[in-house]
């Protein structure tokens, strides 16, 4: 007999799609520590090897990565804001475009 636990494990994996693959050293879920209220995630995130997480409070955060990284997406932008077919786009398309790309 299955169990509904496993029919409802089954059903949600068919709903997943792959949206990008991480490598080795990349980082996620700042983007709930940068709002100011919780939100809930916008993705779920699987691995499918060895993996071996760090996790960061949002004081942390905010106190070493924060800066760099908002330093970094604006840099990003930038770049973007240059290439012809993606210049006309708004800084918020364009920082959400950003997570397409490794």
Known sequence: ?????????DRDERLLDQVVTMRQGKGFGELALKKER??????????IGN????????????KVLAKIEARKLRKL??????????????????????????
Request: aromatic share 12%; hydrophobic share 40%; glycine share 0%.
């Open 38 to 47: 919780l939100m809930p995630r916008a993705a779920t995130i699987k691995c």
């Open 77 to 102: 932008i930038d770049f973007f804001k240059n290439i012809p077919f993606l210049s006309k786009n708004s800084k918020t398309y364009l920082t959400k475009l950003h997570y397409s790309f490794e």
């Open 51 to 62: 993996c071996h997480l760090a996790v960061m409070s949002k004081e942390d955060y905010n």
């Open 1 to 9: 007999m299955i169990e509904i636990h496993t029919l409802e494990q």
